[in-house]
Nanobody, 130 residues
Framework: VQLQASGGGLVQPGDSLRLSCAAS????????IAWFRQAPGKEREGVSC????????DNAESVKDRFTISRDDAKNTVYLQMNNLKLEDTAVYYC????????????????????????WGQGTLVTVSS
């Protein structure tokens, strides 16, 4: 089981970017799929999460109304649409999937933690710079 993240790049503040996370299996094989990010010198944080069983999503407060997670089951891909990017969004972004209910709980219990997320893709770098 593998996850392949892509779509990062260098953008200016206010720009948009869409990240993709392609799964080697079906996205429905997982309980939850999430995007995390890690900025230089900072801890990894949960950004956006999708519960695959019921479609519910959650976003970190810092990205609410700007980032949207979605999925295309036909392509076994999960996306992160990022709008109105800010300098502080600069980070390496990782997609991750959970094989059990613990990931769903981490996704939807308020604050996206990495507990229960078993599978990690390689990161994709997003740099927001003027």
């Amino acid at each position: 089981v593998q996850l392949q993240a892509s779509g990062g790049g260098l953008v200016q503040p206010g720009d948009s970017l869409r990240l993709s996370c392609a799964a080697s299996g079906f996205t429905s094989d997982y309980y939850a799929i999430a995007w995390f990010r890690q900025a230089p010198g900072k801890e990894r944080e949960g950004v956006s999460c999708l519960s695959t069983t019921d479609g519910r999503t959650d976003n970190a407060e810092s990205v609410k109304d700007r980032f949207t997670i979605s999925r295309d089951d036909a392509k076994n891909t999960v996306y992160l649409q990022m709008n109105n990017l800010k300098l502080e969004d600069t980070a390496v972004y990782y997609c991750s999937a959970g094989l059990g209910f613990a990931s769903t709980w981490s996704c939807l219990s308020g604050g996206i933690s990495d507990n229960g997320f078993d599978i990690w893709g390689q990161g994709t770098l997003v740099t927001v710079s003027s």
